[in-house]
Each structure stands twice: as structure tokens, then as C-alpha cells.
């Protein structure tokens, strides 16, 4: 480790417009301060970009009556991207990041072989985004397609230029400032105990409801589907296989032995086909979503009481695997086939508020469901305490925080397009819940047809056949949004790879791969929340500091437990739940992971402020009240909203006074132990409700009182590290500079000393 | 040909870094140089500590 040194260490040298800074007079620079302007060459092509974005935004928001070609969302997102990290990046690093390459990231500081290591840029962008991208942006967007394509679209591009990479991206700057440390102990040290424990509560609770919905759309993607559990299930013994293959026969072959699990999981994939057809497969995997839900939950404890190396590391390289290829393989997929829209710009149900995907008006709850894909709260888990421990340089954070998230948005508008290319009648068949549906074609049909959807209405044959062909008994009510983006993958991907003869092996891959890193998610986030509760509980001191001991196996144990419980019951909850249970649970799944979102900003903007540039707080401070706005909107209407298809209360007591006036049946509930179950479900989300906008409300009263403080010259200080003097070099962006390349020459050229620290790169 | 054989290294180096494989030779050149001498774990031990430090530091994996 080295001392810390003051700024007289550093050696400047100014070259016209490029400053190199030396720690060492013996050694090359270690950071490069390069402010030439921007050459006429950029000029052009950035102005070219600009111009195809903005041909494609026009063609996207003004085509009408013509179908639209799912290219222009493509380039429509990427120009978009290329500029806003050319641009609003840039400003933000120059503005309030200002990054110190001679200054030592915490990796290079605290290398210890475990989980501080300075990680090649390149490399740590992949294990970032791997990290960060999950079932969110392909289920939200895929919800959100009920108020079509164009609402969608805007807001996960927009929302993720303006504030999903903005908050990952300070996330990473402030946590990599403190050596690492966690998005709850920096709201701790930067507001104090009471903003502190509400950071905590709030992110227990919300990580609580996240995994419940999370397990609940896998729920619902394997219900009764023998071929797709069947494929799951042998997701635990190709791991066990691989964890144990890892520990005693070849360690360290990584990408040997997840090679080998690919191919094992390819192989479950198409069994599942086989074992499926059998009379033995029907009856051992065609579970009921009940079972599937209990199996997850023991599932879930088993894998957060298990040693790492046999289940959860593992599955984490597999998951990662898939993630990467498979979304890279749609995104092939979708500019080779070329899909074309079938949903409409704009549908009724954005101005109506009453889909039955999701119930309410476009604001708030367009943004509550897309979440991850614009803008998601989970990632400043990650943009603090894992990546700042592998980041190489300060100036790379644009690269990692900001395009990291960008590339998550991209992931979101993939998601969007296989939804928007489904015939509509039957992306509702497949996302209304089976009370409107009634669960056979018949009635499915009818009820679609019903609905104000424009293009040719749809029949029961067509419903069947669309079945038949991924392999299906049904897809009616398939809630949740994972079956429909895996129908529009195999959609898509049929008519690269394969043919219509692989359709449904397409579909259950893409079932595969959802649940894959579903399960991957919760399986680490259950591990992640016993931490945080035993840590939490530990500091409420007497016997319970024992908790602090992480190998105290009772504490273990009872931590475990209680995890579970709470997302488990939550998830059966919804298994079970009379009206749905997705379409009450999603917005609320949506609402957790936004408030998780103002919580970040809220401590990003503190530190913005206390670093004295108020000048600058707009770039936090406007999507975090965008954000407050859209979230306490929809927690307001969800408490407090007297249409009970919005308003968990409303509801509540509606069936309270069903239920007292002696009624057996009442709305969808078809007996008295339905209302019952209405009744207690309604008052359990309404109270999470409440408590999560109060534990927010609480955070961001304490960053208010905070940052007044500090305008009138009180406050507590900041807690940012002292600076060490850096003894490592590496380029900033994607491809090095051309001066970035000659410093990078003169690392190279030295031999091997103590002097020099092992560089991460592929020189 | 040379074009061609680098481009390749690079991908290995690429896929060996993201993946892990190659984690293991660059501890042991860095624990060469940052503490010559000193015994050097065997790659077994080497990822044993590695995988049982998530057992108390997990990755949060996102939703």
C-alpha cells in the first residue's frame, strides 16, 4: 500500500495543449490532462451522427398509417447515445467528476487479490455490465408497450441520457472517492444516523419486493410450462458440477468449464423438449405456480446458506455467458430480420389509464414500469462498493458509470422492439390477467377482440397455433413480461437462425435465459440483504452484535431466514393473488426500485453541493426531482387514489365492505376466501406503499437539511480520502489517443521493477 | 497474417481477463514484483480465497 503524499509529489509538463503529470521524476506520466479542441474531423462526424439521429427520431415520432422499421429505433438510440457521451458526459466530468489520473483509485491503494484489483477498462465495462443489466429493462419495457411504442421509447433513451447514467456515473465518482464503500454507509457518513437507518430500512424493504417480483415473473414463465422448469431445474446440477469442477479438478479454467455449461444448458434447453413430450415429464415438471413458488423460495435459502463456489459463483459465470451473448445475439437478430412495428405510436390506453397490463395513466406509470431501462436505483448498488474496487483510473468512470448504463438502455430498447413487433391482439392475450381473459382461446380471443387495438382482430385458431409453434399448452395470461419478449425473440431469432423449426427452441431459450439470471439475482441479492440486515442489526448493539460475525452460523441461519420470508411471502402473495398479482406488484416493484433511485441522487447531490459546486447541481438535482415527482405520484395514487383498480386502499376497503355486507363474490374475486385474500393483499402493498415513500421522504429531508446547512457555511464535512499519489498509467476511453498510445509505449518499455505496477492491459 | 494473429491475442486476452483465466498469472507477477520473496499461493489456493471472499462480500447482481 502506498503513503499518502501531498501535491508536491506531482511533476507537470505542458506540451501546447497536453499536461503530463508524473508522481515519480524516474517514470512515465501517469495521467495526461489533454484540453485541444475538437478537431474539424470530429466536427463532421459528430454532426453527421447528429444528423442520422435526428432523421430517425423524425421517422419514429411523425411516420403514420406506414409500419415502422425497428432499424430507426436502433440508429435513433445509438446517435443518440454516441452524442450524449461525447457531449453531456464530458461536461459532467469537466464539470463536477473532475477526474484526478494522478491520484490512485482505491484499486491500485488496497490491492489485496480478492476484490480490490485495478481491472482493465475494457474489461471492467464487461463485468459492470454484466452486473448492472438484469430482467428489468427487458420486462418493464415490454409492460410498457400497452401505451405503445413511442412513450417507451423517448423515455428509456431520454431518461437514461438525463438520469439513469447520470446517478450511476456520480454513484461511481463519490463511492470511488471512499474507497469503495456502499451506497448505505456513505448516506450514513454524508447525512448522519437518522437519513442513515432510512437508507438502510428503505434499501432492505426494497430489495425485499424486488426479488419477490423478480421470482414472480419466473413464476409465472414456468407455470405449467413442464419444458421450461425442466430446463431450469438443470440449471442447479450444471452448476453444482461446475462449482465442484472449479474447486478440486482444473481451478482457475474459468472460460473451459462455462464453455462446458453453455453447451450442458443448450443441451437442457433441448431435452426439455423431449422430457416434455413424455407422460412422466408432464407430470414431474408441469408444476402449478404454487409449487414453482415454493421451490424458488427454498431454492433461495438454499443458495444463501450454501458455500459461494458450490451454487452462486458458478451460476454468476453462466449467467454472465448468457447475458452478454444472448443480448448480443438479439441485437444481431433484430438488424438482420428487420422486424417492422405492430403496435401503435401511441394506443388508448396511454390517454385512457385503464390497460389491463398495468393500471393508470401514462405519468406516472409508464416511467414506474419501464424503471430499469432508463433509470434504475439497483445500479448505484453496484456503481458503489463492487466496480470502484476495479477501476484503474478516475478518468474511465465516463466510460464504465455513464456508458455502462447507455449500453443498459440499448438492452431496453431491444426489449421494447420484440414487444412492439408482436401482433397486438396477441401481446394482450398474452399480458392481460386470466380473470379478463377467461383462459381459453375462446375467450381470450373475444376479450382481445374486444379491445380498442387496431389491425385485423384475432381468432381462437390463431391463439392455439401461436402456442403450438414455441412449444406451449397456452400462452394466455403468460403475465409478467418475460413469455412475451421470449415470443418476440424467437420471433425474431427464427428468422435468422434456423427457421420456423426452431421457433420453439428459441422461445425456450429465452425462457432459460430470464430465469437464469433472474435466479442468478435472486440468489445474490437474497445473500447481499442478509448482510445488510445482520449488519443493520448488529449496530443496534447488546446481544445482537454478535450478528457482526459473519460466520456465526445461527446468525446466518436466522438472517437467511428472515430474508426469504419476506420476499417468499410477498411472492406467494402474488402466486395467488385474485386479481393478478403482477399487475399490482409490478408498479410497486417499479416505485421500490425509483425511490432506491431518488435515494442515490439525493446523496450525490449532497456531495455535489458540499464540493462547492452549486453551479452544477442541476445534473443531479433535475432527474432527482423528476424522479421524487414520478414516484411519490404514484405512491400518492396507489395510497390515496379512489379508483380501485389504481388505489391499493380503495380497493381494500371496497372488499372489506363486500365482504361485511355477507357478499360470496365481489369484482373478480369468485368466493369469500378470494375476498379475504384481496383484502389482506391490498393492505400489505398499500402499507409497503407507505413505508417506502416515508423512508425516502425521510432521505431526502435529511440531504435537504444537510445541504442548507452547508449554504449557511455549516454541514459536516466531507468524508472523500486523502489522495495517493498514483504509480500506474492507463487510457481513459474506449481506444487510446494517439498520446495516450506513446505514454503507453514508455510504461512498456520499462523492465520489470518495483517501481511499476502490473498493468491490467494486453501489453 | 501478423494483423491477424494480434487481433486474436487480443480476443483471448479479452475473453481470459473478463472471464478469469488469466486472473491468476497476473497475481502471480504482481505479487513478484510488489513482495519479492515472499511464498506465492498455487493457483488451487489462489482461487479458494477468491471465491470463499464473496462468501462474506457478496456481488449484488442487478434486477
Redesign the interface.
Given at each position: 500500500m502506498a503513503t499518502p503524499t501531498a501535491a508536491a509529489d506531482r511533476f507537470e509538463e505542458t506540451e501546447g495543449d497536453v499536461t503530463y503529470i508524473r508522481t515519480d521524476k524516474d517514470l512515465p506520466p501517469v495521467a495526461i490532462v489533454d484540453t485541444s479542441p475538437i478537431t474539424v474531423r470530429h466536427r463532421i462526424i459528430f454532426g453527421i451522427v447528429a444528423l442520422i439521429g435526428a432523421i430517425s427520431w423524425a421517422i419514429i415520432a411523425f411516420f403514420r398509417g406506414e409500419t415502422v422499421n425497428a432499424v430507426w429505433f436502433v440508429l435513433a438510440a445509438i446517435c443518440t447515445y454516441v452524442i450524449a457521451f461525447r457531449f453531456y458526459a464530458r461536461l459532467i466530468e469537466m464539470k463536477i467528476v473532475r477526474p484526478r489520473d494522478d491520484n490512485a483509485t482505491p484499486a491500485e491503494v488496497f490491492?489485496n487479490?480478492?476484490?480490490y484489483?485495478p481491472?482493465?477498462r475494457?474489461?471492467l465495462f464487461?463485468?459492470h455490465f454484466a452486473?448492472?443489466?438484469?430482467?428489468?429493462p427487458l420486462v418493464g419495457p415490454v409492460l410498457a408497450m400497452q401505451m405503445g411504442y413511442l412513450p417507451g421509447t423517448i423515455w428509456i433513451i431520454i431518461g437514461a441520457v438525463f438520469s439513469g447514467c447520470v446517478q450511476d456515473y456520480l454513484v461511481l465518482w463519490i463511492s470511488s472517492r471512499r474507497r469503495g464503500r456502499s451506497l448505505g454507509q456513505m448516506v450514513r457518513d454524508e447525512l448522519g444516523s437518522v437519513g442513515g437507518a432510512a437508507a438502510i430500512i428503505g434499501i432492505i424493504t426494497i430489495m425485499t419486493i424486488?426479488l419477490a417480483v423478480?421470482a414472480l415473473v419466473v413464476v409465472q414463465a414456468l407455470a405449467q410450462s413442464p419444458w421450461g422448469v425442466f430446463s431450469i431445474a438443470m440449471t442447479i446440477p450444471i452448476a453444482i458440477f461446475m462449482g465442484i469442477y472449479?474447486?478440486f479438478l482444473r481451478?482457475?479454467?474459468?472460460?473451459?468449464v462455462?464453455l462446458i455449461g453453455v453447451a450442458l444448458l443448450l443441451l437442457a434447453v433441448v431435452s426439455g423438449g423431449w422430457v416434455a413430450e413424455t407422460a412422466w415429464g408432464e407430470s414431474w415438471f408441469g408444476l402449478s405456480a404454487v409449487t414453482i413458488g415454493w421451490c424458488l423460495i427454498v431454492y433461495g435459502f438454499a443458495a444463501s446458506v450454501l458455500?459461494?463456489?458450490l451454487l452462486?459463483?458458478p451460476r454468476?459465470?453462466l449467467?454472465?455467458?448468457m447475458k452478454v451473448g444472448t443480448i448480443g445475439l438479439l441485437a444481431i437478430g433484430v438488424l438482420i430480420a428487420q422486424p417492422v412495428m405492430q403496435a401503435p405510436a401511441i394506443s388508448d390506453f396511454a390517454g385512457s389509464g385503464q390497460g389491463p397490463v398495468f393500471a393508470g395513466s401514462l405519468f406516472p406509470f409508464l416511467f414506474i414500469t419501464i424503471a430499469?431501462g432508463a433509470l434504475?436505483g439497483?445500479?448505484s448498488?453496484?456503481a458503489s462498493?463492487?466496480t470502484p474496487k476495479m477501476l484503474e483510473k478516475e478518468s474511465q468512470m465516463r466510460l464504465i458509470g455513464y456508458g455502462g448504463m447507455l449500453t443498459e438502455s440499448f438492452v431496453g430498447i431491444m426489449a421494447l422492439i420484440t414487444a412492439a413487433i408482436l401482433n397486438q391482439h396477441l401481446y394482450f392475450t398474452m399480458n392481460a390477467p386470466a380473470a379478463a381473459t377467461g383462459g381459453t382461446a375462446a375467450t381470450a380471443a373475444e376479450y382481445a377482440n374486444n379491445l380498442p387495438l387496431t389491425g385485423d382482430p384475432i381468432t381462437p385458431a390463431q391463439i392455439e397455433q401461436a402456442a403450438r409453434d414455441v412449444g406451449e399448452d397456452s400462452i394466455i395470461s403468460r403475465t409478467g413480461g418475460a413469455p412475451t419478449l421470449a415470443v418476440g425473440m424467437s420471433e425474431v431469432l427464427h428468422q435468422v437462425f434456423g427457421g420456423s423449426g426452431l421457433k420453439a427452441f428459441w422461445y425456450h431459450f429465452a425462457i432459460m435465459f430470464e430465469a437464469l439470471?433472474i435466479l442468478?439475482?435472486v440468489d445474490?441479492?437474497t445473500?447481499?440483504a442478509r448482510?445488510m440486515l445482520s449488519d443493520g442489526l448488529s449496530n443496534l448493539g447488546g446481544p445482537l452484535r454478535k450478528l457482526k460475525d459473519?460466520?456465526w452460523r445461527p446468525g446466518v441461519w436466522a438472517c437467511s431466514l428472515a430474508v426469504v420470508a419476506l420476499w417468499g411471502s410477498i411472492l406467494l402473495m402474488g402466486i395467488t393473488d385474485p386479481l393478478g398479482g403482477i399487475n399490482s406488484l409490478f408498479p410497486l416493484?417499479g416505485i421500490a426500485?425509483q425511490l432506491l433511485a431518488a435515494i442515490a441522487l439525493t446523496i450525490v447531490s449532497v456531495v455535489v453541493v458540499k464540493k462547492g459546486y452549486l453551479k452544477w447541481l442541476w445534473i443531479p438535482g433535475i432527474p432527482l426531482l423528476w424522479d421524487l415527482t414520478v414516484t411519490l405520484t404514484a405512491s400518492w395514487q396507489k395510497i390515496f387514489s379512489g379508483d380501485p383498480k389504481v388505489g391499493f386502499w380503495t380497493q381494500h376497503f371496497q372488499y372489506r365492505e363486500a365482504l361485511d355486507a355477507g357478499k360470496t363474490t365481489f369484482g373478480q374475486a369468485k368466493n369469500v376466501d378470494q375476498i379475504e385474500a384481496v383484502i389482506r393483499n391490498t393492505f400489505i402493498q398499500g402499507s409497503l406503499s407507505i413505508l417506502f415513500a416515508l423512508m425516502v421522504i425521510i432521505v431526502f429531508g435529511a440531504g435537504l437539511m444537510m445541504v442548507m446547512g452547508v449554504l449557511r457555511g455549516g454541514g459536516t464535512p466531507l468524508t472523500e480520502d486523502e489522495p495517493v499519489a498514483s504509480r500506474l498509467f492507463a487510457p481513459s476511453g474506449l481506444i487510446p489517443s494517439k498520446v495516450e498510445k506513446e505514454v503507453l509505449k514508455q510504461w512498456d518499455a520499462l523492465p520489470?521493477?518495483?517501481a511499476?505496477?502490473?498493468g491490467?492491459g494486453?501489453h | 497474417m501478423g494483423r491477424a494473429a494480434e487481433i486474436a491475442?487480443?480476443i483471448r486476452?479479452?475473453?481470459?481477463?473478463?472471464?478469469?483465466?488469466n486472473?491468476?498469472r497476473?497475481?502471480v507477477?504482481?505479487?513478484r514484483?510488489?513482495h519479492?520473496g515472499e511464498p506465492v499461493m498455487s493457483?488451487?489456493e489462489?482461487?479458494?480465497?477468491?471465491?470463499?471472499?464473496?462468501?462474506?462480500?457478496?456481488?449484488?447482481?442487478?434486477?
Open positions: 490491492e487479490d480478492t476484490d484489483m481491472t482493465d475494457r474489461v464487461g463485468h452486473a448492472i443489466a438484469g430482467a428489468g424486488l423478480l472449479l474447486r481451478p482457475g479454467r474459468v472460460s473451459e462455462s458455500p459461494v463456489w452462486l459463483a454468476d459465470y449467467s454472465t455467458f430499469c434504475s439497483f445500479h448498488l453496484i462498493g463492487t439470471f442468478t439475482t445474490a441479492g445473500r447481499v448482510f459473519p460466520s416493484f426500485n520489470k521493477s518495483h511499476k505496477s502490473v491490467t494486453a | 491475442r487480443q486476452w479479452y475473453w481470459g481477463s473478463l472471464m478469469g483465466d486472473h491468476y497476473r497475481y507477477e504482481h505479487h514484483i510488489k519479492p493457483e488451487r489462489y482461487w479458494r480465497r477468491r471465491i470463499d471472499a464473496i462468501e462474506s462480500n457478496p456481488n449484488p447482481r442487478c434486477c
